[in-house]
């Protein structure tokens, strides 16, 4: 079965500076991998997806990702983040026998 | 606004009870997905429905059912319920079947 560890639960950082957040998955298989927000009290937004093609991946809010095969890695990437990025970060795998499968989650905190 | 409709947003009630959770889709979309936020078991794929019929099963339990109706919207009973079923329930839905969907607000279950 496919499988999404998060290696962190919480991310602080000041604001401006980079961040990463970890992201490796389990497959055997050719896997669909996303990256989704979720702000307080709020439902989840896509932030970037990887299907096929280019392994540097660019969504939305100046966030990128970059997959790694031989890593079985996701990561995402922020060069310089914003107090408004404080979420929740959420990577998953996307198989046509699991459906959309989430790991547990990274809560990033970005201080001034 | 995601066009992915969920009603209510919040919902309290106690323990033994039975609560009925709404999905409408966006306009076109004939799959619909159920998955559940809670603390201690994340996100989860509970259960799909393609146009009227059960096309995926998750980690749902026998409590649980759910059903697609011929205007395309689709409802989440919950049976029984104990504190543990206290969550956050997502719906997405998407145009085909076995493709990413998009995510509405979810319907936060608190069971006292």
């Known amino acids: 079965a496919q499988s999404v560890t998060q290696l962190d639960s919480q991310v602080p950082v000041f604001e401006e500076a980079p961040v990463e957040l970890r992201c490796n998955y389990s497959s055997s298989v050719s896997v669909y991998l996303f990256w989704y927000v979720q702000y307080p009290n709020q439902g989840l937004q896509l932030l970037l997806k990887y299907l096929s093609g280019s392994t540097l991946v660019k969504g939305i809010n100046g966030f990128e990702a970059e997959f790694n095969k031989s890593q079985t890695s996701f990561h995402l990437r922020k060069p310089s983040v914003h107090i408004s990025d404080t979420a929740e970060y959420f990577c998953?795998?996307?198989?046509?026998?699991?459906?959309?499968?989430f790991g547990t989650g990274t809560r990033l905190q970005v201080f001034p | 606004d995601s066009g992915v409709t969920q009603t209510p947003k919040h919902l309290i009630t106690a323990t033994g009870q039975r609560v009925t959770l709404r999905c409408s889709p966006r306009?076109?979309?004939?799959?619909v997905y159920w998955y559940q936020q809670s603390l201690d078991q994340g996100l989860q794929f509970l259960i799909q429905y393609y146009n009227g019929e059960e096309r995926a099963k998750g980690n749902i339990l026998e409590r649980f059912s759910a059903q697609q109706f011929p205007d395309l919207h689709s409802e989440l009973n919950l049976s029984s319920l104990e504190l543990g079923d206290s969550a956050l329930y997502f719906c997405?839905?998407?145009?085909?079947?076995?493709?990413?969907?998009?995510f509405g607000s979810g319907t936060r279950l608190t069971v006292v």
């Open positions: 306009s076109g979309d004939l799959s």
């Open positions: 998953a795998v996307f198989t046509s026998t699991d459906k959309l499968i």
């Open positions: 997405a839905s998407s145009v085909r079947d076995n493709v990413l969907g998009t």
